[in-house]
């Protein structure tokens, strides 16, 4: 059974920067695209970034404006999300995802259009003013 669980939510001041991490288990992590969305209350999914399977290669939502940054452990199957600069409208749930698929920027495109087949439970985060 597969299980994505996030850590590192939690309440900072804007401007402050906070790394969510997510731990992998049930599946062989390393032939997996692996991603962050997050989802403001009442609104969709929102995709954040994706990580191809050693981390060659990125792609990143266009509201992320450097602000966020990818990276991945095989070593460790997590895949972290570094945060910078947050601000008040960061505030949200974040999700792990996970896509199977070929190591290839079709993958990455597909997990950036919605295409997951694994999610977490999300952690939240709130970044106050």
Known sequence: QVQLVETGG???QAGDSLRLSCAAS????????MGWFR???GKERE???AISWRGGS???GDSMKGRFTI???NAKNTVYLQMNSLKPEDTAVYYCAGKKGPNTDDTLRTMRNNGVDYWGKGTLVTVSS
Do not use: E, I, M
């Open 71 to 73: 990276a991945r452990d």
């Open 47 to 49: 995709f954040l970034a």
């Open 39 to 41: 989802q403001h209350q």
């Open 26 to 33: 049930g599946l062989t992590f390393s032939n997996h695209v």
């Open 58 to 60: 990125t792609v990143y």
């Open 10 to 12: 939690g309440l900072v």
